[in-house]
């Protein structure tokens, strides 16, 4: 493209002072202004390649041999973005500066890059720091295809010295395999160059199996499988029972389970090869780490802000975090860092000088780690989130030392035991066969693997707590329950969406037996409140109690060790922030709701804007506003359901069926569907709801996987492609569990005649808990009312 400006004309007896004098003159004159070509037209203006050969004088944020650019050689046409003729861009501050030894004119430029990528060209007659002026931008071809592609471009005549090309603006994968500077533009133009050997540019798999080695994609193809493999065994399971078969071939079934649970705890780490090659969750770890550190000094809004400060007084970063767009986690909206670099005590007001130094020390560990490009892309994220609860325990340990290798080995090795505790806690309180299928569910769920929160902070402390206060109740030990998921609520809030199934039990028992003749919205007649006191199980009474007592003991802990009474206030208005702003792997019925085919990113998403999601996240916001009413109508009717599903059930089913509500009434990033372990507890009543939870993560597979991505781009194969974009992926991922979830309460809501077993006795009777699937346990029952003074172990469930 060419860029049109104003020139100053000169008189014709200056053009015989010669190309030395006239470059003087323009010295003193224009600057880095522009000239016509007639003006500057002397013998030396060839149309030879300036850069010929030539290393930069100076680089920022480029990786590979620098003699690449000037080689006067180029790469095949849509060759792959980083292929071994090009540098990469390490970030978007990434530029090379050449010398060309004295002021000359400039006219053609030709360039061989990515090809979705703006790069913009600089001149200069001195090289000194702020004379730099813009000559052009290089646009991006997309549209002509992917890979490196060549593009000419011309400008008015103007004298440099000083060339410069780099920032780019586009996907954050930069490359460019040749540049070339002319007075004059050659013909042809571009001009023919060398072609060097290189691989294609890969838009998609070339092939039908799209692992040949042990990767993430790999992985993610064999929990499909295995999610498969145990969807077909408890099927199996499932009509033999129907036929009055259940004993057949048990245990080659219960083998077969056996071997599911232990291929799914397997797989959840990819088979011990964790995040390939690497354990340690660098970027999640960098948040929390140094979230909770310095939350004092922070809160939940100037973690990227003082990041910014921090490596801008380092001046080798300087320009780079110039460049740099971060997320201002005020608004959830990408920016730049000016304002921020402007102010610098804005962030450093915070810190006394000690903790300063340690900040930047604990920084500039983390920016090692992350690499340049991976760096600059954690200052986009959402920030720290957890709250002042999570503080207590994560600021503690964060601050026994400044951040080493040693420290954060040790402390990312503490969520791998709360995976071991869970399970344990497990065993111990459903059984092995129970454990198996939640297992299966938890491992072969898509939206919640390893990749997302895997090697990282304390991220898993919330499940561990979650599960084992469900198995505590299971146990009839409802107090420590509910200090265990009081507890969960509190690091993580969400977790207490499970209350709704006790709370709603509650007011079921409040109203008393159902009698004919009496509509089901109005209680039975008491006498006094003593007597309506008597009607709730114990049980209940307990766990709310265990609630009750560690959120007294823990809140006032959180006030400080966080910023007192503040902290709550902060953390509400973060969470609220959140609230609203759609991301891309949110889940939950509202994703499905708010989901339209003309709204999706790839389609709205533009990466020319400083924030390319900036217009999907407002389009989505919108939607969402019009779609209030609907979104509530689903929600009271999934209530309604699960009113019905819970009637006459125990405490543990209760809570399990409970935890269904956290993707009714909230969005939830993806990896927090790990709470469907807790659902899958409800298998030890009804065998089909492992086998429907089981389906739903199977089809989490199939989704991401995509089989038809490699039909044919063009009609009519084109409208048969599965999504590959990841909020179109998640929203259909989230509508595969809810459908789940609908169909589980129904069959509890609804229960289909019990089977005839085959034998009267025996381990294969109906109400067994046969691995493979034998046929529904006696329906529930409603759990025995205590007397006032509750106790003992009446309550039981009878075996």
């Not at 010669?18 to 003087?24: D, F, K």
């Not at 493999?229 to 083998?255: E, N, Y």
């Not at 505790?421 to 297992?439: D, K, N, Q, S």
């Not at 909020?727 to 609908?742: K, R």
Request: positive net charge.
């Amino acid at each position: 493209m060419s860029r049109v400006m104003s020139s100053l004309r000169m008189p014709a007896r200056i053009r015989s002072i010669g190309p030395a004098g006239l470059a003087t003159i323009a010295l003193l004159t224009l600057g880095a202004g522009r000239a016509s070509a007639e003006d500057l037209a002397s013998p030396s203006c060839g149309t030879e390649n300036l850069l010929s050969g030539k290393l930069p004088s100076s680089q920022q944020d480029i990786s590979r041999n620098l003699r690449l650019v000037t080689d006067e050689s180029a790469a095949p046409e849509g060759a792959q973005w980083d292929a071994p003729p090009a540098v990469v861009f390490d970030t978007a501050a990434g530029s090379l500066t050449y010398d060309l030894g004295r002021p000359m004119p400039v006219s053609a430029f030709s360039v061989q890059a990515d090809a979705n990528d703006t790069y913009k060209i600089w001149g200069s007659l001195d090289g000194a720091a702020g004379s730099f002026k813009l000559l052009v931008e290089v646009d991006n071809v997309v549209g002509i295809g992917h890979g490196l592609r060549t593009r000419p471009v011309t400008i008015g005549t103007t004298m440099v010295r000083y060339l410069r090309i780099g920032e780019p603006i586009g996907d954050n994968f930069y490359s460019i395999s040749e540049f070339q500077a002319f007075c004059q533009a050659p013909s042809p133009f571009p001009p023919h160059l060398k072609i060097v050997d290189a691989p294609p540019a890969k838009v998609a798999p070339q092939t039908f199996w799209s692992f040949y080695w042990w990767e993430n994609d790999a992985s993610s193809r064999v929990e499909m499988a295995i999610a498969m493999a145990a969807l077909a065994l408890l099927g199996w399971g499932l009509w033999l029972a129907k036929k009055g078969m259940p004993d057949l071939k048990r245990k080659l079934r219960d083998g077969l389970l056996i071997a599911v649970g232990v291929l799914s705890f397997c797989a959840y780490w990819n088979f011990f090869s964790f995040h390939f090659g690497n354990y340690l969750h660098v970027w999640d770890t960098f948040h929390y780490y140094v979230g909770s550190k310095y939350f004092k000094e922070m809160s939940y809004d100037r973690l990227y802000e003082c990041v910014a400060v921090a490596d801008s007084e380092d001046p080798t970063l300087r320009r780079r975090v110039e460049l740099r767009k971060i997320m201002n986690l005020r608004t959830n909206m990408m920016t730049t860092t000016s304002d921020i670099l402007a102010h610098p005590d804005a962030c450093k007001v915070h810190f006394t000088p000690e903790r300063w130094e340690a900040f930047k020390q604990d920084i500039g560990f983390f920016r090692s780690r992350h690499g340049v490009k991976r760096w600059e892309e954690a200052q986009t994220d959402h920030g720290y989130n957890a709250t002042p609860v999570w503080n207590i325990v994560g600021s503690f340990l964060a601050n026994t030392g400044p951040a080493t290798d040693n420290q954060i080995w040790w402390l990312t090795r503490i969520d791998p035991l709360f995976i071991v505790g869970l399970t344990l806690m497990t065993l111990w309180a459903f059984g092995w066969r129970v454990t198996c299928v939640a297992l299966c569910v938890f491992a072969t769920d898509f939206p919640s693997r390893f990749y997302w929160t895997g090697g990282a902070f304390l991220r898993w402390d919330w499940l561990f707590y979650f599960v084992g206060g469900v198995c505590l109740v299971r146990k009839e030990k409802p107090f420590v329950g509910g200090i265990f998921l009081g507890y969960a609520s509190l690091l993580r809030v969400f977790p207490s969406f499970c209350l709704a199934g006790p709370a709603l039990v509650i007011v079921q028992q409040l109203m008393g037996e159902r009698t004919p003749g009496r509509p089901w919205w109005k209680p039975q007649p008491f006498a006094n409140l003593r007597e309506l006191w008597g009607r709730i199980d114990r049980r209940y009474i307990r766990f709310f109690g265990g609630v009750a007592l560690i959120s007294a003991l823990l809140v006032p802990v959180s006030l400080v060790t966080s910023n007192g009474i503040a902290s709550y206030a902060e953390f509400k208005k973060n969470s609220e922030k959140h609230n609203k702003t759609p991301l891309t792997n949110y889940m939950g019925l509202k994703t499905v709701m708010i989901y339209r085919p003309s709204e999706v990113g790839r389609i709205l998403k533009n990466d020319k804007l400083d924030d390319p999601w900036g217009h999907w996240k407002q389009v989505k916001l919108e939607t969402a506003d019009r779609s209030k009413f609907l979104l509530r109508i689903a929600q009271l009717a999934f209530i309604v359901l699960l009113w019905r599903a819970l009637r006459g059930v125990e405490p543990w089913v209760a809570l399990s069926m409970g935890t269904m509500m956290m993707a009714i009434l909230f969005e939830l990033t993806c990896y927090y569907y790990s709470f469907m372990f807790v659902v899958a507890f409800l298998y030890e009543k009804r065998k089909e709801a492992g086998a429907l939870l089981i389906a739903a993560t199977a089809m989490t597979g199939f989704l991401d996987w995509a089989p038809t991505k490699y039909l044919p781009n063009t009609p009519p194969w084109d409208h048969l492609r599965m999504p590959q974009w990841l909020d179109e992926q998640y929203t259909w991922m989230s509508l595969a569990i809810i459908i789940a979830f609908v169909w589980i309460l129904y069959q509890f809501a609804y229960p289909p005649p019990e089977p005839v077993p085959a034998v009267a006795d025996g381990p294969g009777a109906a109400g067994g808990s046969d691995g493979g699937g034998s046929g529904p346990e006696e329906a529930p029952k409603r759990a025995p009312r205590r007397g006032p003074k509750g106790g003992g172990k009446s309550g039981r469930r009878a075996k």
